[in-house]
C-alpha cells in the first residue's frame, strides 16, 4: 500500500488537542497511521508571532492517489477551523496545518508531481527544521535522500 508523510504543526488554542483531533481524522479519512513523531516545539517559521508551533510528522498508508489526500487534508483544515493557507501571500497563525511531504508508491517509488495544485516532494521541506526533525524520527531514510 502506497505511504503518505505528512507535517502537521499548530499555533492557536489548545495546540496538543489540535493535532489529537487531526490524526483522529486522518485514520478516519486518509488511512492508517503507521507511526507518528514526537511533538516538537518550534517558532514561526516565514512570519512573527508570539505563538509556538507544536509540530510533527506522521506515516499514513492510504488507499487514495495525492491529488485525493491533499483534498482530504485540506478538507480536515477547513472541518478544525482552518480559513485561510496564507493571507496576501503571508504565512500566519493557524489551527492546523497539514502538508503533504512525500508519497511513496507501493513499488516504494516516490512520487513526483509538479502541479499547480501539488507539489511532491514538498518543495520547501528540506528548507524547514520543523519538518526534517519529525520526519527524520520516522524516516531517517527519507531524510537522508
Known amino acids: 500500500m502506497p505511504a503518505l ?12 488537542k489540535n ?3 487531526a490524526l483522529t481524522l486522518i485514520a478516519e479519512r486518509v488511512g492508517t ?3 507518528a513523531s514526537d511533538r516538537i516545539e518550534t517558532q514561526p517559521w516565514g ?12 506515516k499514513v498508508e492510504t488507499g487514495l492517489s495525492p491529488i485525493e489526500a491533499l483534498h482530504t487534508t485540506q478538507a480536515i483544515e477547513r472541518e478544525l477551523g482552518r480559513s485561510e493557507k ?5 504565512y500566519q497563525d493557524r489551527l492546523i496545518d497539514i502538508d503533504l511531504l512525500m508519497y511513496i508508491t507501493a513499488d516504494a517509488i516516490p512520487v513526483r508531481l509538479d502541479t499547480p495544485e501539488l507539489t511532491l516532494p514538498h518543495p520547501l521541506m528540506r528548507q524547514r527544521e520543523f519538518v526534517m526533525k519529525p520526519l527524520g524520527q520516522i524516516a531517517p531514510e527519507l531524510v537522508n535522500m
Not at 508523510?5 to 496538543?16: I, W
Not at 512570519?47 to 506522521?58: H, K, T, Y
Not at 496564507?86 to 503571508?90: E, I, K, N, R, W
Open 5 to 16: 508523510y505528512l507535517s502537521l504543526g499548530t499555533n492557536l488554542g489548545d495546540r496538543q
Open 19 to 21: 493535532l489529537d483531533c
Open 33 to 35: 497511521v503507521v507511526c
Open 47 to 58: 512570519f512573527v508571532s508570539d505563538n509556538s508551533f507544536l509540530n510533527m510528522a506522521v
Open 86 to 90: 496564507t493571507v496576501d501571500g503571508q
